[in-house]
T-cell receptor
Framework: DGGITQSPKYLFRKEGQNVTLSCEQN?????MYWYRQDPGQGLRLIYY?????DFQKGDIAEGYSVSREKKESFPLTVTSAQKNPTAFYLC????WGSGNEQFFGPGTRLTVL | AQKVTQAQTEISVVEKEDVTLDCVYE???????LFWYKQPPSGELVFLIR??????QNEISGRYSWNFQKSTSSFNFTITASQVVDSAVYFC??????????????FGEGTQLTVNP
């Protein structure tokens, strides 16, 4: 089945550690996105990538980093510089261009202990 | 700058009631797209509908219907005869066609709908 997978589903990290969240898609989409969701809030864009080896900062990129070495993969690293990393992280993909719906993965819930 | 507002934070209804979720948007573009997504307790967002700014026809799909009015910058979503399985967070989102960031979406804060048996 075509879709987006994110792993792990739950992730616990000690303060001061970097952690990488995985996102893989087999929809042959060029564009991929990372969002952060906090309780009672909407989704906020962290990074997005239009094409392999290219990515752009979203609204809340500080403390995060990404790479796009393969079309299918768009991993997100939460660095120790992110001051409040506990949140629900959602990955999405789409055909590039306005008006195209984004397809979402199941999400990763990150908790910093 | 574009903005989406969902003023209703939480709505609680009894099964079989009709319920309308409000969405108001702001944009300077003349061409844009509006979306509704559903987020069940599992967490994954599910796409429901997309409308472009040139198509103000209301749409009905089963128990769901959407009312798009450019004059009031609103894109409201109605569930008829609600069911317990409709319980979820619903998000309205906007994408501007003129934006250089392609299909980037701006989301509202979401409305938590609870349908009680």
């Amino acid at each position: 089945d075509g879709g987006i997978t994110q792993s792990p589903k739950y992730l616990f990290r000690k303060e001061g550690q970097n952690v990488t969240l995985s996102c893989e898609q087999n929809l042959n989409h060029d564009a991929m996105y990372w969002y952060r969701q906090d309780p009672g809030q909407g989704l906020r864009l962290i990074y997005y990538s239009q094409i392999v080896n290219d990515f752009q900062k979203g609204d809340i990129a500080e403390g995060y980093s990404v790479s796009r070495e393969k079309k299918e993969s768009f991993p997100l690293t939460v660095t120790s510089a992110q001051k409040n990393p506990t949140a629900f992280y959602l990955c999405a993909s789409s055909i590039w261009g306005s008006g195209n719906e984004q397809f979402f993965g199941p999400g990763t819930r990150l908790t910093v202990l | 700058a574009q903005k989406v507002t969902q003023a209703q934070t939480e709505i609680s209804v009894v099964e079989k009631e009709d319920v309308t979720l409000d969405c108001v948007y702001e944009t300077r573009d003349t061409t844009y797209y509006l979306f509704w997504y559903k987020q069940p307790p599992s967490g994954e967002l599910v796409f429901l509908i997309r409308r472009n700014s040139f198509d103000e026809q209301n749409e009905i799909s089963g128990r769901y219907s959407w009312n798009f009015q450019k004059s009031t910058s609103s894109f409201n979503f109605t569930i008829t005869a609600s069911q317990v399985v409709d319980s979820a967070v619903y998000f309205c989102a906007l994408s501007e066609a003129q934006s250089s960031s392609g299909s980037r979406l701006t989301f509202g804060e979401g409305t938590q709908l609870t349908v009680n048996p």
